[in-house]
């Protein structure tokens, strides 16, 4: 009996290509999978990116689903969010073979059902681990047929009748994709709008020669920023390796938060939707849940993971959700998340005035952050406990456990500190009224965690 528990994570599945994942316990996920979404659905759509494993690794789980009598209709090539599109636009659920920001040895698989509803432990990826671990029952049946279809220019389409970028100035814009999906994606999305694209580490290649395809690490931003300051571009986006997050430089090469660009985002989706209702996570800065209020709108506060995002907009009936973690979700982009059409909102947006990217979004820039430290601990729950009780005992001081522990001080500062699902670490966020302030209570912190 195999044991999943090292692969099957709170929202995907993923592994060492060839130690943790192969193409027999593939298949035999593609056809649990397959009994998974057999009530609903006679069909699957499958996806997958540019790492060397994930052709093979696609193949053999479309084998295990047709196995099971269901039909696939594979896309080939993608980045995450195109196939969250082609399975909102055919109403299919979905699998997409990605390791999204992992090293090349790693692969994996997200899943989803029809309408690019998420599938995490609790709905269905359980289930599935526990009918690989058992043994998946063989089908006496029909095996089902695979056809292909090729969806980028459809989900291009789809993504430039959302956000209108033609009554733009022209803008010149370094797109880093970091060999990864956005090297496919962006030459089509971006054509034809008055946008000179600067591209950057567009050829696919899973081995990541230039750097890892994580823009949140600034390590892999650096070569972004260098070229956005000698192109005089007015702005850099920055893919991930399966391009479903973006993250944003200024003209200056200045990185701008995901926090200010959810807020920016936010406003222009409660333009067209007065007084609806926008999901942020519990890291976000405070100024996102202020803007929004300020503009009308109804914020919400949620834990952090996509799959607690999705639920809640599917709850409120929420016209946007932003991360920290530049995860941006869009109700009319089937409550999904796609860094590409946050891309296009900030373009648009920068291109309807005359200022630079900087001023544009330094409104809503209105603290300072310490950005995700993380810190090795022997007993996550110990350390925890040992932060909860040394700040419990302080005046003034609020302290909720929505996903963690969240501190909020008398002076405006807070900070979150969660412990990581899959490895020995804490996580700390940390934010205050300026940089010193900021220094001061991370110290506070650490020193106790890390005591």
Same mark, same amino acid.
């Given at each position: ?54 052709? %093979? ?89 695979? /056809? ?10 789809y993504l430039r009748k959302l956000v209108d ?26 054509? =034809? ?47 991930? =390796? ?48 202020e803007i929004v209020a300020e503009h009308g ?74 950005? %995700? ?39 405006? =500062? ?7 699902? /899959? %490895? ?28």
């Amino acid at each position: 009996m195999p044991d999943l528990s090292g692969i099957v994570k709170a929202y995907d599945i993923r592994g060492v290509v060839g130690e943790q994942l192969d193409a027999a316990l593939v298949r035999d996920l593609g056809s649990a999978f397959a009994l998974l979404i057999k009530p609903e659905s006679d069909s699957v759509v499958i996806g997958h990116d540019m790492r060397d494993s994930s052709p %093979e690794l696609a193949t053999a789980f479309a084998d295990g689903v047709t196995s099971q009598g269901l039909d696939v209709v594979t896309i080939g090539l993608a980045s995450t969010d195109q196939l969250y599109f082609a399975s909102g636009s055919l109403n299919l659920p979905g699998a997409m073979f990605t390791a999204s920001h992992n090293p090349a040895k790693y692969n994996g698989i997200k899943l989803c059902r029809s309408g690019a509803a998420p599938v995490g432990q609790d709905s269905g990826l359980a289930e599935i681990r526990d009918t690989v671990e058992q043994g998946v029952p063989a089908f006496a049946g029909q095996r089902g047929s695979v /056809t292909e279809k090729d969806v980028l220019a459809d989900y291009a389409a789809y993504l430039r009748k959302l956000v209108d970028l033609s009554g733009s100035r022209p803008l010149k814009v370094v797109v880093d994709a970091g060999n990864g999906m956005g090297g496919y994606t962006v030459p089509t999305v971006f054509a =034809g709008l008055p946008i000179d694209v600067v591209p950057m580490y567009f050829e696919l290649d899973g081995n990541f020669p230039n750097h890892e395809a994580n823009p949140l690490d600034p390590k892999n931003i650096v070569d972004l920023q260098a070229k956005v300051r000698e192109e005089g571009a007015d702005a850099g986006l920055a893919f991930d =390796g399966d391009a479903d997050r973006c993250f944003v430089v200024d003209e200056r090469g200045e990185p701008v938060s995901p926090s200010a660009i959810t807020a920016l985002v936010a406003i222009r989706e409660l333009e067209k939707e007065p007084g609806g209702t926008i999901i942020h996570n519990l890291i976000t800065s405070k100024g996102v849940p202020e803007i929004v209020a300020e503009h009308g709108g109804k914020p919400v506060r949620t834990r952090v993971g996509h799959s607690f995002i999705k639920a809640e907009m599917a709850k409120t009936g929420a016209i946007f959700g932003g991360e920290h973690s530049a995860h941006y979700y869009f109700r009319d982009f089937w409550r999904a998340d796609t860094g590409m059409l946050a891309a296009l909102h900030v373009l648009a947006a920068l291109g309807e005035q005359t200022g630079p990217l900087s001023e544009l979004t330094a409104e809503y820039s209105r603290y300072a952050a310490s950005g %995700e430290i993380n810190s090795t601990v022997d007993d996550q729950v110990a350390r925890m406990l040992a932060v909860k009780d040394a700040f419990s005992a302080r005046d003034g001081v609020e302290i909720d456990e929505l996903d963690g522990l969240t501190v909020q001080l008398p002076g405006g =500062g807070w900070f979150n500190l969660r412990p990581s699902n /899959t %490895e020995p670490l804490l996580r700390l966020n940390v934010e205050a009224a300026d940089a010193e302030a900021v220094r001061a209570l991370t110290e506070d912190v650490l020193a106790i965690v890390r005591g």
